[in-house]
């Protein structure tokens, strides 16, 4: 069992940038593939982006790709997702994941494994 805690969320202006951590406890942790999520007030839960268990791999959402960078540190236990020219559309709580499998960016169902989110809001 994967626990996984999310920090960085905040207030930012348009234009802005962020960067959120998530650290991972009780498991193996470079053997997750790890993920970030969103969920946007009245919308549902969508994939923003996506990294392999040793970070060679990574795959984002058409909305913020070239915008944000997912990254992981394995020897530290922690995915990041780096957030730059923030939009408004991109207000939302932002959940870590993790999963066994790799799939890129096909998580119609999510992961397996889920934070409990934090908070972004942007700001005009």
């Known amino acids: 069992q994967v626990q996984l805690v999310e920090s960085g969320g905040g207030l930012v202006q348009a234009g802005g940038s962020l960067r959120l951590s998530c650290v991972a406890s009780?498991?193996?942790?470079?053997?997750?593939?790890m993920g970030w999520f969103r969920q946007a007030p009245g919308k549902e839960r969508e994939f923003v982006a996506a990294?392999?268990?040793?970070?060679?791999?990574?795959n984002y959402a058409n909305s913020v790709k070239g915008r944000f960078t997912i990254s992981r540190d394995n020897a530290k236990n922690m995915v990041y997702l780096q957030m730059d020219s923030l939009k408004l559309e991109d207000t939302a709580v932002y959940y870590c994941?993790?999963?066994?499998?790799?799939?890129?960016?096909?998580?119609?169902?999510?992961?397996?494994?889920w934070g409990k989110g934090t908070l972004v809001t942007v700001s005009s």
């Open positions: 990294i392999s268990w040793g970070g060679g791999s990574t």
């Open positions: 994941a993790a999963d066994q499998v790799y799939r890129g960016r096909d998580y119609p169902r999510g992961m397996d494994y």
């Open positions: 009780g498991g193996t942790f470079s053997s997750y593939a």
